[in-house]
């Protein structure tokens, strides 16, 4: 069963930075799409930014200038770079990735467990 791991997450103050990472833990023959989302309590899941496996990158309106998104294909990780935190940044972080596990296999939607992330003010 292939997970996503995610490491990173913390407090840290507005103004801050903070670098959150996501790697597969099993072998998978490829991940496609990958991204980030996040979760406020009581609110919804929301996109943050996504990445093609060719390094096309798409950012919600509210992190861009701020957070970029990148990734290692040979590693099967992606990085989430958060500069100028704010309070409103506070969230569970989630990675995503659509991948095969084999050659043959069909695509498959991949979760991380989550990553709290707090920006105090």
């Known amino acids: 069963q292939v997970q996503l791991v995610e490491s990173g997450g913390g407090l840290v103050q507005a103004g801050g930075s903070l670098r959150l990472s996501c790697v597969a833990s099993?072998?998978?023959?490829?991940?496609?799409?990958m991204g980030w989302y996040r979760q406020a309590p009581g609110k919804q899941r929301e996109l943050v930014a996504t990445?093609?496996?060719?390094?096309?990158?798409n950012y919600a309106d509210s992190v861009k200038g701020r957070f970029s998104i990148s990734r290692d294909n040979a590693k099967n990780t992606v990085y989430l770079q958060m500069n100028s935190l704010k309070p409103e940044d506070t969230a569970g972080y989630y990675c995503?990735?659509?991948?095969?596990?084999?050659?043959?296999?069909?695509?498959?939607?991949?979760w991380g467990q989550g990553n709290q992330v707090t920006g105090s003010s």
């Open positions: 099993t072998t998978i023959f490829r991940i496609d799409a």
């Open positions: 990445i093609t496996n060719s390094g096309n990158t």
């Open positions: 995503n990735g659509g991948g095969y596990l084999f050659r043959n296999s069909p695509i498959n939607d991949y």
